[in-house]
C-alpha cells in the first residue's frame, strides 16, 4: 500500500442552527406591473423565529455583520418583519430584529433589455461568528430519505455499502463514509470524483429525524 505524500486533515463538522434561510435560487427581479419602468425583488425564504429581511442596494460588508448602504440617497434599505408563523408570501408585520444573521450577496445583470439576479454568496453570522455558505455536492442524495443500504447514489462510492458522510475539501464532493475516506488518504491525496487534490476531509452526520 502506497502512503500519500501530503497529510490530509480530517474533521467533524459542528452543526450551526440556520433559523431563517432565504433560498438563493428562487431570488429574481420582475417588473413592477402598478409601475411601469420599476422593478421588484422576489424570493422565498425559511424561518423558525420572528424575523426581519432587509434588502440593502450598494451594501459595503464591514465587520461584526455590518452593511453599509453605499449610495443610500439613492435607494435607501427595505426592511419587513415577519411573526414566528405561517404566512402569505410577501405579507409584512412589525416585530424586532433577530440578531443571528443571514447575509446573500447578489448583483443584478442586464442581458439584453431583461434583468437577472446572480447570487455571489452568503453568509451566517451565529453567536458573533461569520460562516460562508457553500454548496456540498451530493448531500442532498445522503438527506432525502432514510439509508436502507439499497438506495442507488447515496452509498459511498469506496465501499458501495455505507451511507455517504464525509465531504473532500476544497472540491465539496461529499462521496465516501469515514472509514473509507481515512484509508483512502494512505493510498492517494486525489478526490474519488474529480481527482483534484484533496486539502481536507468533513466529515458530516446527516440528521434524518424531525429534532434538531
Not at 44 to 59: G, K, L, P
Not at 119 to 140: A, F, S, T
Request: proline share 6%.
Amino acid at each position: 500500500m502506497r502512503r500519500s505524500s501530503s497529510y490530509v486533515e480530517h474533521q467533524k463538522a459542528v452543526t450551526i442552527r440556520n433559523d431563517v434561510n432565504v433560498k438563493k435560487e428562487t431570488i429574481t427581479i420582475e417588473p413592477d406591473e402598478g409601475n411601469p419602468g420599476k422593478y421588484l425583488v422576489a424570493f422565498t425564504f425559511d424561518a423558525t423565529v420572528a424575523a426581519s429581511i432587509t434588502i440593502i442596494f450598494f451594501a459595503k460588508e464591514g465587520e461584526d455583520c455590518c452593511l453599509t448602504p453605499m449610495k443610500e440617497n439613492l435607494h435607501p434599505p427595505i426592511t419587513v418583519h415577519f411573526h414566528q408563523e405561517a404566512l402569505p408570501s410577501g405579507k409584512p408585520d412589525s416585530l424586532y430584529l433577530y440578531p443571528n444573521s443571514q447575509i446573500t450577496q447578489a448583483v443584478f445583470e442586464n442581458d439584453k433589455g431583461e434583468y437577472h439576479v446572480k447570487v455571489v454568496k452568503q453568509i451566517l453570522w451565529v453567536n458573533g461568528i461569520r460562516y460562508e455558505l457553500q454548496e456540498i455536492y451530493g448531500i442532498g442524495n445522503t438527506v432525502e430519505d432514510d439509508f436502507d443500504g439499497s438506495d442507488p447514489g447515496k452509498e459511498c462510492v469506496i465501499c458501495l455499502s455505507e451511507p455517504r458522510d464525509t465531504t473532500v475539501l476544497p472540491c465539496r464532493h461529499m462521496c465516501m463514509c469515514s472509514e473509507c475516506a481515512k484509508m483512502l488518504t494512505l493510498q492517494t491525496n486525489k478526490c474519488p470524483i474529480c481527482r483534484q487534490p484533496v486539502e481536507r476531509l468533513l466529515e458530516i452526520k446527516i440528521s434524518n429525524g424531525t429534532n434538531t
